[in-house]
């Protein structure tokens, strides 16, 4: 069963915007409720291992990676059961699959969705 589903990549050209979406299932964003599980949005390019983008907790509070401050936001409709990263100003070195993820706050254990890609070129 997939858990986790993303959506919204695509080609951009630098300073252009996307926004990825992330379909959880209701389980997932009822334990995200509870605070049990952390969402969030990882990126890999060729070589490299998954960085962290940004996550949210229940509460709304927020965590980037410095490289993507003030250009990033990431948010959460709980109603939907989706979680989206909004990537503005966006620059060829942001080009990389896109995985959304939730972190189970005891283990650290993550759930991966297949990601999503996203190039940034003129």
């Known amino acids: 069963q997939v858990q986790l589903a993303e959506s919204g990549g695509g080609l951009v050209q630098p300073g252009g915007s996307l926004r990825l979406s992330c379909a959880a299932t209701?389980?997932?964003?009822?334990?995200?409720?509870?605070?049990?599980?952390?969402l969030g949005w990882y990126r890999q390019t060729p070589g490299k291992e998954r960085e962290l983008v940004a996550d949210?907790?229940?509460?709304?509070?927020?965590n980037y990676a410095d490289s993507v401050k003030g250009r990033f936001t990431i948010s959460r409709d709980n109603a939907k059961n989706t979680l989206y990263l909004q990537m503005d100003s966006l620059k060829p070195e942001d080009t990389a699959i896109y995985y959304c993820t939730a972190t189970e706050a005891k283990t650290n254990r993550k759930s991966w969705g297949r990601g999503t890609q996203v190039t940034v070129s003129a």
């Open positions: 209701q389980s997932i964003f009822r334990l995200y409720g509870m605070g049990l599980y952390v």
């Open positions: 949210i907790t229940r509460g709304g509070n927020t």
